[in-house]
C-alpha cells in the first residue's frame, strides 16, 4: 500500500516536470505537422506539403519529427529546412511531451497563432481542405469568434 507522502512526492513530482515543459516556445504563425517513420497517413500528408502549405496561407507549414530513428529522419530528410521544425534538444522533447499529451495518436497538427500559442487543432490527416479549416479556427479564436 503506497503512504500519503508518496504520492504527495509523485503528485509534486508531476508537477514540477509540467512546469518545466510549460510554455513551449512553438514557431509563432505556424501549422505545425506531428510526423513519425511508422506513421503510414503521416506520408500521406508529405506527399501534400506543397497544397497543404498554401491552403495555410498566410500561416507557414513547418513539420516537427516526433521519433528519432533512420525511418523518421529519412523520411524527413528531403524537406527543405524552412519546412523542418527542428528545435533545440531540451525544446523539443518538452514540445514532443506537451503535443502528444493532447492527442491520441498521429496524424496530428496545430496551428499556433502570431504569439506563439496553439490556437487549433486538427486530428487525423491534414490535407489543403482541412488546412484552410485549421487556419479559419485559429483566426476565428484569434478574433473571438466561435469557428
Known sequence: ??????????????AA?????????????????????WCAPCRGELAQLDAIAQAAAPLSVRVMLIDDDRSGRRMVATLPPPRRWEPDPAIHAAARVALLARTPGLPYSVAIGADGRICAEQRGGLDALRARALVMRCRALHRGVAP
Open 1 to 14: 500500500m503506497m503512504r500519503s507522502g508518496t504520492i504527495i512526492t509523485a503528485l509534486l513530482g508531476l
Open 17 to 37: 516536470t509540467s512546469a518545466a515543459i510549460e510554455p513551449v516556445p512553438y514557431p509563432p504563425g505556424t501549422v505545425l505537422l506531428l510526423v513519425a517513420g
